[in-house]
């Protein structure tokens, strides 16, 4: 069963997946995004914050403050062990998605 | 470069955050502020058009404060921030207070008489731990500490850090008059001395080292962030 909630499960499937690596500060986050699809998903502060908080409340992420390698003060967030958990089925429900859509497009097509 | 700390804050205005977490969510947004305007200017742009960029970012969304309100209180699975700013750190205070009051007297280091009220029929001591008073401002500190982390006001930090000396009088409140019905020993002219002291021995001069810890962890946030923006 798919998710009716499809634009913000992207967009918690793609935070999830960047934090599965190291922790972040939320402009990394981002730019990371951007970059790993080509530009397709882009997340500004307004749309980047409220997600990143709720999915903190949900105890998917931790965040902490630490310095950047410059010396700068930002908050890091990285995955709990329940985000982790959160993933797994998030990415296979994502994969589903897809498969079916792409059935449906080579339908049409014959 | 705009002082973007400020800017974060006064877009914040109006939002139902506390103090401290205004501040705290501020530091945060200004931080990315920040990061869009360096990167943006390390792609070529210049810094009017790096600061245009930021700013259309910060006011992209009219009521940012409140969506990020409603994101940071959506937690019904999670502990709610009364838990999290008092109980919490209150209870793991009183708790730890507990244990090395135990520990203490287990290695030796008994409570010690510093004074009397009362004759030697009605003999009513007051005790004092000194090792145990030295570490109680330690947890005065740690309660406080994350009482404000969890954005509580003066009040709260204050009552989270001196929680174990409540409950301690509380407890003498209680169990004193308790143990004088049970024993059968005299009334009021006892009773009251009794309490006097036990709460001058382990409420007054525990809860004063444990407020000695709260201390530096009373400055609002607003006096910080004027600190902040003096600095910036």
């Given at each position: 069963m798919i998710s009716a909630n499809i634009k913000r499960g992207s967009a918690e499937l793609a935070i999830l997946s960047v934090l599965a690596g190291p922790p972040l500060h939320g402009y990394e986050i981002a730019r990371r995004i951007e970059r790993q699809t080509n530009g397709t998903l882009r997340f500004t502060l307004a749309s980047l914050y409220p997600l990143l908080y709720r999915m903190e409340s949900r105890g998917w992420l931790r965040a902490a403050w630490g310095e950047t390698p410059a010396g700068r003060a930002r908050r890091y967030y990285r995955l709990t062990a329940a985000g982790r958990k959160k993933l797994a089925p998030l990415r296979k429900e994502w994969k589903e998605l897809f498969r079916a859509l792409a059935r449906l497009a080579e339908a049409h097509h014959a | 470069m705009p002082d973007w700390l400020r800017e974060a804050w006064r877009k914040l205005?109006?939002?139902?955050?506390s103090a401290e977490e205004r501040d705290d969510v501020s530091r945060e947004l200004a931080g990315y502020l920040d990061d869009l305007c360096t990167d943006a200017r390390s792609r070529g742009l210049d810094e009017s058009a790096a600061t245009e960029r930021a700013f259309a970012e910060l006011h992209h969304d009219a009521r940012l404060g409140s969506k990020l309100y409603r994101a940071r209180k959506e937690n019904p699975m999670h502990l709610n921030d009364r838990t999290k700013g008092f109980w919490l750190p209150g209870l793991l205070s009183l708790v730890a207070s507990v244990v090395l009051l135990a520990i203490f007297q287990i290695v030796g280091l008994r409570p010690r008489l510093v004074g009397h009220f009362g004759s030697v029929v009605n003999y009513f001591p007051v005790m004092i731990s000194l090792p145990w008073l030295c570490v109680l401002p330690f947890l005065g500190a740690a309660s406080a500490y994350f009482s404000r982390r969890a954005g509580r006001g003066r009040a709260l930090r204050v009552t989270a850090g001196v929680f174990p000396a409540l409950v301690f009088l509380a407890a003498i409140l209680v169990v004193v008059p308790l143990s004088f019905g049970i024993s059968g020993v005299p009334g009021i002219n006892a009773i009251l001395p009794a309490i006097a002291t036990g709460a001058l021995s382990w409420a007054v001069i525990p809860g004063a080292a444990l407020l000695l810890g709260v201390l530096p962890f009373l400055r609002s946030a607003a006096a910080r962030h004027r600190d902040l923006g003096a600095a910036a």
């Open positions: - | 205005a109006g939002s139902k955050f």
